[in-house]
């Protein structure tokens, strides 16, 4: 389960068209399949959480928009034992949330923005997070670091987080994935001198979800410290891993993509896992909103 860039997958097109293919377990309700890169094996959700009860660190991804992604990994936390601390993107680093009150209120408290993050889109996982004897606490900066950042680039990095991400610098094929995936993520509008500050920007996100998801595990021996960010915050090439190896190379991990069908399972996925849900049938385009 470590060192994830070592885990790729044997699958072709063919066993691709299997998996998206097959109906789920006991019938009804969308297809969902996890496969594990390493061979291609596939997996039932319980032996995946019994693999990530063995690992220091588990990191789920998603699509911000799918909300099959967010009532997945609901369910996976729900399975997960009393007292998993799981680090949430939606909210700030250094803020936890009450065991007691109103879900939305607690999660305000926390940093949660409801239209930043189309409540109640994310409210099966983030509820499964704060469910009584949980653990859910922020990973992500504040937004105006963030925004400032995204400004002014590694000058506006923080030294806490500075000293973690200057030894982890990006190989340049893994730069120039995270640099594609901004300009997608921007619709191509994005000017190329705007690149460098963005990855700034992303880098430090994932800089303080590893800080975050370092103090958590310490805290709670014994247990996986989970992440619930977006793909590219778990992906092996550029996102929390990098910090993993670097800072904790000898630590266990898993990082499991949600991902849609049609997503290509071979040499070049980024994550230890994918788990393929149904996708969303009439998405926005991000450029026209």
């Known amino acids: 389960m470590r060192a994830g860039l070592r885990r790729r997958s044997l699958l072709g097109a063919g066993a691709l068209g299997l998996l998206a293919g097959c109906a789920a377990p006991g019938g009804g309700g969308p297809a969902v399949r996890i496969v594990a890169l390493a061979g291609g094996r596939e997996l039932t959700r319980a032996a995946l959480l019994a693999e990530a009860l063995r ?29 998993t601390p799981v680090v949430a993107e939606q909210l700030t680093r250094g803020l936890s949330v009450s065991p007691q009150g109103e ?10 923005d409801p239209k930043g993050w ?8 983030l509820a499964a997070a704060a469910a009584p004897g949980r653990q859910l606490l922020g990973g992500n900066v504040p937004r105006e670091l963030a ?10 990095w923080p030294p806490e ?17 995270l640099d594609g995936d901004l300009l997608r993520g921007h619709c191509g509008m994005l000017p190329a001198a705007r690149v460098p500050s963005m990855r700034a920007a992303q880098r430090l996100r994932d800089a303080s979800m590893w800080l975050a998801l370092r103090e958590a595990h310490a805290a709670a021996p014994g247990l996986p410290a989970v992440l ?16 993993i190896r670097r800072h904790a ?37 991000p450029a026209r909103t």
């Open 55 to 83: 690992c220091d660190y588990l990191l789920l991804g998603e699509q911000h928009d799918n909300p099959h992604h967010h009532a997945q990994r609901g369910a996976w936390l729900a399975a997960l034992p009393i007292g």
């Open 103 to 112: 879900l939305l209120a607690r999660l305000q408290a926390g940093g949660f």
């Open 118 to 125: 189309r409540w109640p889109l994310h409210e099966p996982v």
């Open 147 to 156: 925004r400032d950042a995204a400004r002014r680039g590694p000058a506006a």
């Open 161 to 177: 987080l500075a000293a973690l991400l200057e030894p982890a610098a990006l190989e340049a094929a893994a730069q120039d994935a």
């Open 228 to 243: 619930v960010a977006g793909n590219g915050h778990v992906r092996s090439d550029y996102g929390v891993p990098t910090l």
């Open 249 to 285: 190379p000898q630590a266990r991990w898993m990082s499991v993509g949600f991902v849609e069908p049609g997503f290509a399972l071979d040499g070049t996925v980024p994550y230890t896992h994918v788990c393929i849900t149904a996708g969303v049938p009439e998405r926005e385009d």
